[in-house]
């Protein structure tokens, strides 16, 4: 969790090749000087890293094609974002921000946020369940910490048969 920064290293000496900090402003406005990163899963669409920054609410999308030039695109959910996990496609990557109660859902193909989706206290900051739900079609799922909880997010498919749920996308 600290420092407020991700390292790139030499996957061979394990040297530093690029630090890069996380300090910034919240997506309420307000400057954080000690953000911590989250969680770091690679995009399955492209070469890019989905970093997650805790306490600012902001998902970096960085492009790691060329580690000297960086591209990164700042996209803004919800304060206090954990982990998550990915959906059945691997198109979306979804993340608890459970100190919000919420689930961010982001598209690694477009580079933008999909859904931000209210759900019950503290949703679970781990990976979820993918699963096709009879009346809702494709889910992911995760628990809640300290209830009895679980929530569905019905995620959208590009298979022809799974049209038929298109209107239930990012509900709950």
Do not use: C
């Not at 394990?14 to 307000?30: A, H, I, N, Q």
């Not at 691997?90 to 946020?113: E, H, P, W």
Request: overall charge positive; proline content about 6%; charged content about 25%.
């Amino acid at each position: 969790y600290w420092p407020p920064q991700y390292v790139i290293m030499d996957g061979d000496t394990l040297k530093p090749r690029k630090v890069v900090s996380t300090r910034g402003m919240t997506v309420d406005g307000e400057y954080h000087p000690e953000p911590r990163v989250a969680s770091i899963v690679a995009s399955f669409i492209k070469p890019e890293w989905v970093i997650n920054i805790k306490e600012t609410g902001q998902i970096l999308l960085v492009d790691y094609s060329d580690i000297e030039n960086l591209k990164t695109t700042t996209v803004g959910s919800a304060k206090f974002l954990h982990d998550g996990g990915w959906d059945a496609s691997k198109r979306y990557f979804l993340v608890a921000a459970n100190a919000s109660n919420k689930i961010a859902a982001v598209d690694t193909k477009t580079g933008k946020l999909a859904a931000l989706v209210d759900t019950a206290k503290i949703p679970h900051p781990g990976r979820g369940a993918n699963f096709v739900h009879p009346k809702f079609g494709p889910v992911w799922a995760t628990g809640h910490l300290g209830a009895d909880v679980v929530t569905l997010i019905s995620t959208p498919s590009e298979k022809k048969a799974d049209a038929k749920f298109k209107e239930y996308n990012w509900k709950v």
